[in-house]
């Protein structure tokens, strides 16, 4: 969902407000770009929610996406598509999915240059979750031949989102519809009606396209100029609302992947023990694991 919203970038953005200085435009501007830079723009294709607590981690790399199984697992529950399953019902879920990857590479479905492995599996782990429950999903995503589990981590959110503005509102709504494609519509609007008075914002989402570096990176440094280069004829609170819906990632997510061919470290401890207290000694060095409850 938040990617559909994110690829809104494409159609435009923009702001609405009159009257300003130079000098007040150039410093909002600015400052919104430094707001940007301290946020974590990478993308959120494993959606996490204020209900699940992450593991933090400062020490791995931003992930690569790759098309896999996404399970998430809590101290009660295991949750697979948006629904509540068991352990049993997991595995033919799994294998499916499993199957799935692996048609899709025979056939030459998926890119050459970067195919999926059918053996991954994302696993999303609550901080609060019970090693034996841990180790028991891994254990269930190799009955379904899964044996390449990537951990998923959260990251320390150091920046501060934007003060709340008029048309925060408005977006509450949008982002709380259950219809994914509807929200992708109502963004399309709202960010069609910020950009009707800053056609050097026009321009700049109208070049992202053809852009080879990352392109929030590229929106994110470009965005000060083109509304200083408009005069700022734009609503900054609501722009600014609009695009860090857009543009950041509220929870940002890095992921220690598992390669089921190298040698694998031992990690056992109780099984009572929380994931939290585990998660430490999955070091970024940490290939394979052979995981055990003592």
């Known amino acids: ?41 990478s993308p959120s294709f494993i959606q996490v929610d204020d209900t699940l607590h992450l593991v933090e981690r400062t020490d791995l790399r931003p992930p690569e996406f790759h098309t896999a199984p996404i399970v998430y697992v809590t101290a ?4 697979y598509q948006g629904k509540l399953v068991n352990a049993d019902d997991l595995v033919p879920l799994l294998a499916a999915a499993h199957a799935q990857v692996v ?16 053996r991954h599996v994302y696993l999303v782990i609550d901080a609060a979750t019970p090693w034996s429950q841990v180790v028991a999903a891994v254990d269930t995503a190799a009955k379904a031949e899964l044996t390449a589990p990537m951990f998923v981590f959260g990251v320390p959110v150091t920046w501060k989102a934007p003060p709340r503005a008029p048309i925060d509102t408005e977006l509450d709504k949008i982002v709380n519809d259950e219809d994914g494609a509807n929200k ?14 800053c056609p050097s914002v026009v321009e700049l989402f109208g070049q992202v396209a053809s852009v080879e570096m990352d392109k929030t990176a590229y929106i994110s440094t470009e965005l000060p100029k083109a509304l200083i280069d408009c005069g ?17 990632n509220p929870h940002p997510t890095r992921v220690l992947a598992m390669d089921p061919d190298a040698p694998a470290t031992p990690i056992a401890a109780a099984g009572s023990k929380l994931w939290r207290d585990v998660a430490p000694r999955f070091a970024p060095d940490v290939r394979n694991a052979k995981l055990a409850v003592e």
């Open 1 to 41: 969902m938040l990617l559909a919203m994110r690829s809104l970038w494409l159609v435009v953005v923009a702001l609405a407000a009159c009257g300003k200085s130079k000098a007040e435009c150039r410093t909002e501007a600015e400052s919104f770009g430094k707001l940007l830079a301290a946020a974590d723009l």
């Open 76 to 79: 009660t529950k295991i949750t």
């Open 103 to 118: 048609d899709a590479i025979e056939t030459g479905k998926v890119p050459r240059n970067h195919p999926p492995d059918p």
């Open 184 to 197: 992708a519509t109502r963004f399309a609007e709202v960010t069609k009606r910020l950009v009707e008075r």
């Open 232 to 248: 700022c004829k734009v609503d900054m609170p609501d722009f600014r609302a609009t695009m860090w819906r857009l543009m950041v």
